[in-house]
């Protein structure tokens, strides 16, 4: 039986519902009393920028909402390389992602792995 699933977020916030469907599948999994961690690589590190501000008009959360949903019962990590790549840092991010370098990244596979879901 699945105890713990990781949460791969590759994709931006905006244009494509990956990154948002990576975040309901954690709400998900912690409903169901399995530990959750969510590594956000590739343009999914967009997803973590502070003072997001999508418009509201369809009464859908934004992004930042629902990281603040899963927030303290899952772990939310961003991968150091891939913020480099895209000229972003810590101060960038929401208080409550944490950067990991890539071999880190590795050890959360290990640690929460039993499921791992890519969006």
């Not at 905006?14 to 961690?37: F, K, M, Q, V, W």
């Not at 501000?53 to 990281?67: C, M, N, Q, R, V």
């Amino acid at each position: 039986m699945v105890g713990f699933v990781v949460i791969l977020v590759t994709s931006a916030p905006y244009g494509r519902e990956n990154a948002y469907g990576g975040l309901y599948t954690a709400i998900a999994s912690l409903d169901l009393d399995l530990r959750t961690a969510v590594v956000l690589t590739g343009d999914g590190v967009y997803s973590a920028l502070k003072g997001q501000s999508a418009e509201k008009s369809l009464g859908y959360p934004t992004i930042g909402d629902l990281f603040y949903q899963i927030h303290p019962r899952a772990k939310i990590y961003a991968e150091s390389s891939s913020l480099k790549e895209r000229g972003l840092g810590k101060t960038d991010l929401m208080e409550i992602v944490e950067p990991i370098e890539d071999t880190e990244v590795l050890e959360v596979f290990v640690k929460y792995g039993d499921a791992i879901i890519t969006c």
